[in-house]
């Protein structure tokens, strides 16, 4: 099932507002979100246009958890963050995904909740272009 509005569903000029697809994971899609005020945030989204994990069955819930860990683990070795948040909220769109928004001590938001989307730092094409080949040469 997909939504034509959805981002996540139909990539393109849609999900170029956000985000870079990074690559296909086991039941999920890797996507690297545009705003970089955390060095390697990250957008973990299910494959299909569901809402909840709940909305999955257990195997495939379990793969999609393999799939967020398979992403944090690659950001920790490219970025070497404090922490890891994990948001997952989709209110808004209603597809199941997941923010991996990497922390740093003394830097930006740390301590606080992360802003979804703060404005603040985005990347060159070079630059975005850099940081997918090390999170797929990490994955």
Known sequence: MKDCH????MGGDILAKFGIKICDLKVS???????QSHPGRVIVAYKDH????????????????EDVAT??????????????????????????HFHLVPKY????EWGTPFAMNPGKTFLSDAEYEEMIRKIKAAL
């Open 29 to 35: 899609q890797l996507i690297l979100f545009k705003e």
């Open 71 to 96: 992403a944090a683990n690659a950001i920790h070795k490219v970025f070497h963050p404090d922490k890891i948040n994990y948001g997952a909220y989709g209110d808004g769109g209603c597809h199941l």
């Open 50 to 65: 569901i809402s909840e994990p709940v909305d999955i069955d257990a195997e495939g819930r379990a793969l999609f958890f």
């Open 105 to 108: 001590r003394d830097e930006f």
């Open 6 to 9: 959805c981002g996540y569903c």
